[in-house]
């Protein structure tokens, strides 16, 4: 591990006007830019556009990573789970029954909200000047690891 490490500051320099975080997170939930609400926030269904079309924000370095499919599968699992509960305790539904229901539900709802749920979290990345949207770029943390090496 090298001695040169630099822990990293979120936020870019603190000297950017704050921006709105739920109008933010709404704009990108719609999938619209985070900035001006007019450009398109993706090119197919989960890839996100590398610049704004109309104001022409860099996309491109957001970092969402895995918590979409997180959250998306915490909100599916509860909705889901509830459902299936209380139908469970007002019906006699068979096992067939449930399961007609309950996966082609499952599915559809993942897939609805994939999208929104990422969208969201690239407005709260921009909103918070987070991974590149504060005007720098992010520093590897220890800088003998080559990033790229590790996908």
């Not at 979120?10 to 939930?29: I, K, S």
Request: hydrophobic share 45%; net charge neutral; aromatic share 10%.
């Amino acid at each position: 591990m090298s001695e040169s490490f630099q822990p990293q500051t979120f936020g870019g320099n603190r000297t950017h006007r704050r921006r709105p975080l739920w109008t933010a997170m709404a704009r990108g939930a719609a999938g619209r830019c985070p900035n001006c609400a007019r450009g398109p926030l993706f090119a197919r269904f989960s890839k996100s556009v590398e610049h704004c079309a109309v104001c022409d924000e860099a996309i491109h370095h957001h970092r969402a990573d895995d918590l979409p499919a997180y959250l998306n599968v915490f909100i599916v699992g509860h909705v889901v789970i509830a459902g299936f509960v209380i139908v469970e305790r007002v019906t006699q539904w068979s096992s067939f029954a449930h399961l007609a229901l309950w996966l082609p539900l499952t599915i559809a709802m993942s897939l609805m909200l994939l999208q929104p749920i990422k969208g969201a979290v690239i407005g709260l990345q921009w909103a918070n000047f987070m991974h590149g949207f504060g005007g720098e770029e992010d520093a590897v943390a220890d800088p003998d690891i080559d990033p790229a090496s590790h996908g």
